[in-house]
């Protein structure tokens, strides 16, 4: 049996290695453990089990509903792959103990994974992935169910119809907007030719074939992975194109003829919306490797504004707490409220168009005026391989021995809290920090030309050679 530990957001594996229906039955049985002795007020002996389209997600899906059925839980579970945030709201609104979403996200195709939503539909808390990782082979063997508890639902017309009220589903409906959407391969496939049909918009959908390699890259909305689409664009333009990733609760883009929209861009774009054009106000929650545009618009505009470590757990958390605008983190997560605390690609896509019938310009004009207001600030990252075992000394020894300039301003600040982030005078940083779902360290840096942001992942780079 594999050691299990719970990352930035489930437990992650490859598949047939530490992945694999022996451990998905440990990790299944110690959650139920949990949930039993733990229930959160109000809600009912149910547990929402979803999946994805990656290699055995159904099957490991419906060995987790059995471990659950046979702990005497009434298990709904997904009939057909569906989005993360379609099971988030279903356990928030079944008012469920809990959830399970078996999916590895954005991760590559070798592995599958096992994320828990806790009661409120968001991510489960720290201290709850803790308790069921010390509650591992306590009830050993577990029976499964015959599966008379467990009823097979599809989920998503309900997510469906809770997010159309979210925005001004008639403005968009009437607005004749022509855009293609790239699931990547992933669950997203056809939501949004779904959710539009019969309006006046034309929806391209692209790479939606149901396959467990995910056309040979991996399912996240970064700009490699976008060659294919771009190309289409370029030949065959569109007013926008949005992008989620394996399982949906991210977003990416590129503007009609194939160009890349950056995360970043997509967010600072959403907060503009929100603000300027539903006139909105309340906390904005960015995690730490998040534009730095986001600070200077929330100064701009009067907003508060809240910093928290990597993961969607850290600004569900925030969310949880109220009077929210926007939360939001650097991989595309984005939640809004009067929804789930919890990111949601499909969500953040409609909000985009709405925010195009609403301004009737490009997406580049609107990023166009947004950088004449606040600067232009470029990003870049870079993963690279780097053993376990070094990681804690290299974050320690950078927290301990910070560059006195990043590129030609002085370092006037230094955060450890996740990783360690070099930030300069002029609003510069560099940032190095472990993958919470794969062995591998992160280098991200912002800078006012992508050329400066280049030399700060070298700079970052160089760093990791002195451990």
Not at 173 to 196: I, M
Not at 198 to 221: M, Q, R, S, Y
């Amino acid at each position: 049996m594999g050691q299990i530990k719970f990352g930035t957001d489930g437990w992650r594996a490859v598949i047939a290695e530490d992945f694999n229906f022996r451990d998905v039955e440990r990790v299944a049985q110690a959650t139920a453990d949990h949930w039993r002795a733990n229930p959160a007020p109000g809600t009912q002996q149910k547990v929402i089990v979803g999946y994805d389209r990656r290699f055995l997600s159904d099957q490991f899906a419906q060995s987790a509903a059995e471990i659950f059925a046979a702990n005497e839980f009434d298990v709904v579970l997904t009939s057909r792959p569906t989005p993360t945030p379609a099971v988030s709201f279903a356990v928030k609104a079944e008012q469920a103990v809990g959830g399970v979403m078996i999916t590895a996200s954005h991760n590559p195709a070798a592995f599958n994974g096992f994320k828990l939503k806790a009661h409120f539909g968001g991510s489960a808390e720290a201290a709850t992935c803790a308790a069921v990782e010390a509650l591992l082979d306590k009830t050993p063997s577990p029976v499964k169910s015959n599966g008379n508890r467990i009823s097979k639902t599809d989920l998503m017309p309900d997510h469906y119809g809770a997010i159309k009220k979210l925005v001004d589903f008639k403005l968009i409906s009437r607005s004749k907007l022509k855009f293609a959407h790239d699931p990547l391969f992933g669950v997203g496939a056809g939501c949004f030719a779904d959710l539009l049909a019969g309006t006046n918009c034309k929806v391209t959908t692209l790479n939606a074939e149901h396959d467990p390699n995910f056309g040979g890259i991996n399912p996240e909305p970064v700009i490699q992975n976008y060659t294919r689409t771009a190309a289409f664009l370029r030949k065959n333009p569109h007013d926008i194109c949005l992008v989620t990733d394996g399982d949906a609760d991210r977003v990416g883009g590129m503007d009609g003829r194939g160009n890349y929209l950056s995360t970043h861009q997509i967010i600072c774009a959403l907060l503009h919306h929100l603000y300027s054009n539903r006139h909105l106000k309340g906390r904005v929650i960015k995690a730490l490797t998040t534009t730095s545009t986001v600070d200077k618009m929330c100064e701009a505009y009067g907003l508060p504004l809240v910093e928290t470590g990597v993961g969607f757990k850290y600004i569900c958390a925030e969310m949880a707490k109220g009077n929210v605008l926007l939360g939001a983190e650097e991989s595309g997560g984005i939640g809004f409220p009067g929804h789930i605390p919890e990111r949601d690609g499909i969500l953040a896509g409609l909000m985009l168009l709405e925010l195009l019938a609403t301004e009737k310009i490009t997406i580049n004009k609107i990023l166009a005026r947004l950088e004449k207001e606040f600067g232009p600030h470029r990003y870049a990252r870079i993963d690279t391989h780097y053993p376990l075992e070094k990681r804690a000394p290299l974050l320690e020894y950078c927290k301990n021995n910070p560059p006195a300039k990043l590129l030609r301003s002085v370092v006037a600040d230094v955060k450890s809290y996740d990783g360690v982030k070099f930030i300069a005078q002029d609003g510069t940083w560099l940032m190095l920090r472990g993958s919470g779902t794969e062995p591998i360290l992160r280098i991200y840096a912002e800078a006012k030309s992508d050329a400066d942001a280049r030399r700060l992942l070298k700079t970052g780079l160089a760093l990791t050679k002195q451990v």
